[in-house]
């Protein structure tokens, strides 16, 4: 079975540009996480869905990121536009329900110059 | 707010010997996830703890839960060098967040 799938693996942007980070979940997984990971802070979990509706946003840093889930089987992190200070991997991961165990896929890294 | 605490932060170990990494948390919660991630890499789920008291075995690794002390513990038995990278353990905290502890890394030396 495929796993989680995200893309780009890597992303080397400048400042003040669009980032858009996508996110294919694992077929029949009902609920999707968008987590950042820095060194300073760690793993930080940013927006969560179940079946495809936010619930969870307080994790955004700040209104320049934006996160949707159009259907089951795509999603979408934006950052609009970037900073430095956003540079970091990002992860997405998926579970069968809200409080299952978390597949992780293997993350998009993050530049910003 | 939802805490959860690793010790150490790094362990760096000779093969062959035991360790134990401790992971506090403050809820009251009953599911408790360890993870394992290679340097550059993804997580990877190694246990999922769910009651008070459950242990789980993996070749050299063990994790248990205490929910009445909120500690799980990842022990270690006769380390080997592939057995380096950054352990995790996470607290669903009663809630669907999974929160991460900061994560130890382990160095196994021959």
């Known amino acids: 079975d495929a796993g989680v799938i995200q893309s780009p693996r890597h992303e080397v942007t400048e400042m003040g540009q669009e980032v858009t980070l996508r996110c294919k979940p694992i077929s029949g997984h009902n609920s999707l996480f968008w987590y950042r990971q820095t060194m300073m802070r760690g793993l930080e979990l940013l927006i969560y869905f179940n079946n495809n509706v936010p619930i969870d946003d307080s994790g955004m840093p700040e209104d320049r990121f934006s996160a949707k889930m159009p259907n089951a089987s795509f999603s979408t992190l934006k950052i609009q536009p970037s900073e430095p200070r956003d540079s970091a991997v990002y992860f997405c991961?998926?579970?069968?329900?809200?409080?299952?165990?978390?597949?992780f896929g293997e993350g998009s890294r993050l530049t910003v110059l | 707010e939802l805490k959860v605490e690793q010790n150490p932060l790094f362990l760096s170990m000779q093969e062959g010997k035991n360790y134990t990494i401790y992971c506090n948390y403050s809820t009251t919660s009953d599911r408790l996830y360890w993870y394992r991630q290679d340097p550059g890499k993804s997580l990877e789920s190694l246990f999922v703890?769910?009651?008070?008291?459950a242990v789980k075995q993996e070749g050299r690794l063990m994790a248990s839960l205490d929910t009445k002390a909120r500690l799980s513990t990842l022990h270690i038995t006769a380390a080997v060098h592939d057995l380096s990278a950054t352990y995790f353990c996470?607290?669903?905290?009663?809630?669907?967040?999974?929160?991460f502890g900061k994560g130890t890394k382990l160095t196994v030396n021959p």
């Open positions: 996470a607290d669903q905290g009663g809630s669907e967040k999974l929160v």
């Open positions: 991961a998926s579970s069968p329900t809200m409080t299952g165990e978390l597949f």
């Open positions: 703890l769910l009651s008070n008291g």
